[in-house]
Nanobody, 121 residues
Framework: QVQFVESGGDSVQPGGSLRLSCVAS????????MGWFRQAPGKERDLVAR????????TYADSVKGRFTISRDNDKNTVYLQMNSLEPEDTALYYC??????????????WGQGTEVTVSS
């Protein structure tokens, strides 16, 4: 079945950096775009970045543009999120999922456990 395993979250000070990883299985990874989502306490899960299936097209939420970079390695079934200049507002659980082709909805109902990012001084 479809599975996502996220890792790399940590507690950092404002201005710090983290690199998140997500290993996917149960589907043909290279056929689908991938996305990183985040959910802050008491808020809905929102898309922060997506990348197309071959890694040539990336889009970002306005709140993370210029600070976050999404990438993928199709040989490793892995998608990454490099996060720089972290702000307290980036504090959230971060998840990945495959993406629907023509909208910003996740493709699968299955979610991983997420990886926790806390930005605080």
């Amino acid at each position: 079945q479809v599975q996502f395993v996220e890792s790399g979250g940590d507690s950092v000070q404002p201005g710090g950096s983290l690199r998140l990883s997500c290993v996917a299985s149960g589907f043909i990874f290279s056929d689908y775009g991938m996305g990183w989502f985040r959910q802050a306490p008491g808020k809905e899960r929102d898309l922060v970045a997506r990348i197309n299936n071959i890694g040539g097209i990336m889009t970002y939420a306005d709140s993370v543009k210029g600070r976050f970079t999404i990438s993928r390695d199709n040989d490793k079934n892995t998608v990454y999120l490099q996060m720089n200049s972290l702000e307290p507002e980036d504090t959230a659980l971060y998840y990945c999922n495959a993406m629907m082709l023509n909208n910003n909805f996740p493709r699968y109902n299955a979610w991983g456990q997420g990886t926790e990012v806390t930005v605080s001084s």
